[in-house]
Every structure is written in structure tokens, then in C-alpha cells.
């Protein structure tokens, strides 16, 4: 199991297959708009998979719409996310990951990362109950059902948040001391039905910039063949890749994965049978690996239905150092000591800034797989991978950093021997 090595077969895939400057585009059709300032009917926000999207580029597009003059729709505001499937979570996710931010639902429209951070802090009394705010706020899309209370001062914090299974409501239970030092509790929450809640929140910036929404926004996907009155387009692929790989982001993951089967098979569907996966399997065969080597369904390493042999990991590793611009994958992956994944780790080492490598956790595994090269300049490819053991997850860390660092502080000939086995 590769835990979030499998990023590695997704991120090469997605560079691979779509370019490192492909990118993402949000639009917004409509008919056309009447002298009034009126659009007579439905005006559709379509998705492509932006991971990347937040609530400030819905508003760029409502600004757009408003130029134009619009000044009302007499229609609703509807969805269209049909480039991807309908399934919204990997295959074999655990149940009980559901609300917690790196198992964020997956849709061809997302916005915010598909979650919303939210925080406590103390009331005015012990006893009172603590205060919560969200970022986004988004409640028009959650119902908070707080039972939190402030704690005497000094007692120990003790904060759940979670959100009940296939609905919205937020449940956030315990105590935060009244003088807390850090003043605040925060977590991040997901959401269900990412389409529907970024239409919502197209909605919300429509109304912000004076564009009157006669009628309610559809619940279910729509297509209106009108003209693209406005567009949202994201960072190129070269510079999304980082904020996947260094942060170890799963639902940028996914939505590249799905991204992969719908720009090369017309859909992005999930699974091992899906089109994502036969996309990828059919270029990782192109690159000289073995089929029967890996198993891939899903794009992040989330499930543990994801197999892969390090020699594999590593095949896949050298052929960016072989290609004609390595640089916009190695450089996506965390720095040791520096950055992501690895900044608080091998500090002070030969490995501290020289080792770019990306890291995989889930329970029982943990993988690193990069790049580092020794004392004397002499480039390695490495994958280490732990799996089914049981015990503290940072004694596998602290091997994987031993081994690095090891190979950072070794002495190699440049060209082996040819007694050499």
C-alpha cells in the first residue's frame, strides 16, 4: 500500500497526459441579456474540476456578469458538473473519515477545497456556550447544532467537531477553557454535494454585487445550450501540482485523477475499472512499467485497495529525470527541512534542503519515495515503504530519515565498477 505515494502515479499522469500548462475552466452560460438588465431565463455555472477554485473567483465571474449588465434573472441559477461522475468519494474511503478535511467529497465543481474551517472560542461565563464561527461562513449551506460550553479556567480543552453522516449539520461538543491560551479551536469540516453548494455560493456573490436571483437555484445538474458569458481560469498544471504534492492534498489529487479520464476518455470516472485509472495504467505501461506491478483506484492513496512495488515508484521517478522538463514535477514534491510534508524533517542533516521526496501515511503505512543526492554529486532515486506494522508511525519516519540521510552523506563512484554485482 503506497498511502500518498499514489499522488506520484496520479500527479506524473496528469503532467504527462494533460501538460504542464493545461488548465482549468470554470464558466457561466447564459441567454442573452435584455435592455432591461434582465436575463429572461436560467443561468448555468459549469465545472471542469478545479480543485483550486474559492469564493473569491466565483466573485471575479458574478463581477463579469454584472459588467455585462445584468442586473437580474428571472430564471434560476443552475449547475452543470457532468464532466465527472456522480460518485463523490474514492472507492473503499472509509466511512468514518467522511467529515474531516483530507476526505473531501469530489466533483467536477468545487470550491473552497470542499470544506469550511470552523472555530470555537469561549463564551463570556463558565457554563455559556462557547461561540463558533465558519470560514466561509456558508450558512445558508450548514446547520450548526452546538453544544459546546465554556470551561472553568485552566481546565483541560476538550473539543469534538464533526458533521452527521450524508447531511450538512455541523455537531460540535465539549469545553474550552474561558481564558484559553490560544484563544481558539479550529478544524476543518467537509461538506455534502460540492456542486450544489458552490452553486449556492454563486448565488450568495451574485447578490453581493447587486444581481437580483428571482427564482431558487436547481438542486440537480442542468445543461442549457447557451452562449459563455463569463469564464474563471486557474493556475496552470505546473503550478497546482505543488499545492497537491507538498501539502499532500487528497482532493487535488482526485480531481486531477478524474481530470485524466475526462480530458483523454470524455469522462472522469472512478475506480480501478474506471477511465481515470485505464488512462493512467495505459501510460504507466507506456513508461516501461510492468502491469502487475500496481493497482490504482484512486487518485490520493486514501484507499487501501491502492498497490504498488517500490521498484515501480521508483521507475516512475527516473523517468522525470530522463524528460525534457523535470523541473515542473521534481519541484512540486516537499523539501526536507524546508517545506510541506518534510519541513520538520531531517534538520540539520545532509538531507535539509537536498532531498525532495514525497511522503505517504495512512494506518499501519508510511512510504517515502524522491530524490537526493550525496555528498560527492551523485543523484539517487529512493523508495522506502513500511507496511502492517504496528506502533508508533514515527518510528517508520525516523527510519525512512536515517536511510536519506545516509545516502545524502555517502561518498558513490560516479560510474560503477564492472566487477561491481
Not at 3 to 32: C, D, I, M
Not at 285 to 303: E, H, K, Y
Not at 311 to 329: E, N, Q, Y
Request: aromatic fraction near 6%.
Amino acid at each position: 500500500m503506497p498511502a500518498s505515494n499514489n499522488k506520484l502515479l496520479t500527479g506524473s499522469a496528469a503532467l504527462a497526459l494533460l501538460g504542464s500548462e493545461f488548465r482549468y475552466k470554470t464558466e457561466v452560460y447564459s441567454e442573452p441579456v435584455g435592455p432591461d438588465g434582465m436575463v429572461p431565463g436560467d443561468v448555468l455555472l459549469k465545472g471542469s474540476g478545479d480543485p483550486s477554485l474559492i469564493t473569491a473567483d466565483l466573485l471575479e465571474l458574478a463581477r463579469t456578469l454584472k459588467a455585462h449588465g445584468v442586473t437580474a434573472i428571472a430564471g434560476r441559477v443552475v449547475y452543470n458538473d457532468t464532466l465527472f461522475d456522480a460518485v463523490r468519494l474514492g472507492e473503499a474511503w472509509e466511512w468514518d473519515d467522511e467529515p474531516f478535511d483530507y476526505c473531501a467529497q469530489i466533483s467536477a465543481l468545487n470550491i473552497n477545497r470542499n470544506v469550511a474551517t470552523v472555530t470555537v472560542t469561549p463564551g463570556d461565563a463558565v457554563g455559556a456556550p462557547a461561540g463558533v464561527s465558519l470560514e466561509p461562513e456558508m450558512r445558508a449551506v450548514y446547520v450548526i447544532d452546538n453544544k459546546a460550553v465554556t470551561g472553568a479556567e485552566g481546565s483541560p480543552p476538550g473539543i469534538v467537531i464533526t458533521r452527521a453522516r450524508a447531511t450538512n449539520r455541523i455537531q460540535i461538543s465539549g469545553s474550552i477553557p474561558i481564558k484559553y491560551p490560544k484563544r481558539a479551536i479550529e478544524d476543518q469540516v467537509t461538506f455534502e454535494n460540492p456542486s450544489a453548494v458552490t452553486c449556492t455560493a454563486f448565488c450568495e456573490v451574485l447578490r453581493q454585487v447587486g444581481i437580483t436571483v428571482l427564482n431558487k437555484q436547481a438542486s440537480e445538474p442542468a445543461s442549457i445550450d447557451y452562449k459563455v458569458v463569463a469564464a474563471h481560469e486557474s493556475q496552470p498544471l505546473k503550478s497546482l501540482l505543488p499545492l497537491m504534492n507538498k501539502p499532500s492534498d487528497n482532493m487535488f489529487a482526485e480531481c486531477f485523477f478524474k481530470t485524466i479520464g475526462a480530458f483523454t476518455r470524455h469522462i472522469g470516472t472512478n475506480g480501478a475499472s474506471g477511465t481515470s485509472a485505464q488512462a493512467i495504467r495505459t501510460w504507466l505501461v507506456s513508461i516501461g512499467i510492468n502491469q502487475a506491478q500496481f493497482r490504482q483506484v484512486d487518485g490520493s492513496g486514501l484507499s487501501r485497495q491502492n498497490l504498488v512495488s517500490p521498484a515501480s515508484i521508483v521507475r516512475i521517478l527516473k523517468h522525470w529525470t530522463a524528460g525534457k522538463s523535470p523541473d515542473s514535477f521534481v519541484s512540486s514534491l516537499p523539501i526536507a527541512g524546508v517545506d510541506g510534508t518534510l519541513r520538520s524533517r531531517m534538520k540539520g542533516t545532509g538531507a535539509q534542503g537536498n532531498c525532495r521526496a514525497k511522503t505517504g501515511s495512512v494506518a499501519y503505512t508510511s512510504s517515502l519515495s524522491g530524490y537526493v543526492t550525496t555528498h560527492n554529486g551523485v543523484d539517487l532515486v529512493f523508495s522506502v515503504m513500511v507496511n502492517s506494522y504496528i506502533g508508533p508511525s514515527s518510528d517508520c519516519r525516523a527510519l525512512q530519515d536515517k536511510i536519506v540521510v545516509a545516502l545524502s552523506n555517502a561518498d558513490l563512484p560516479v560510474e560503477p565498477k564492472k566487477d561491481t554485482p
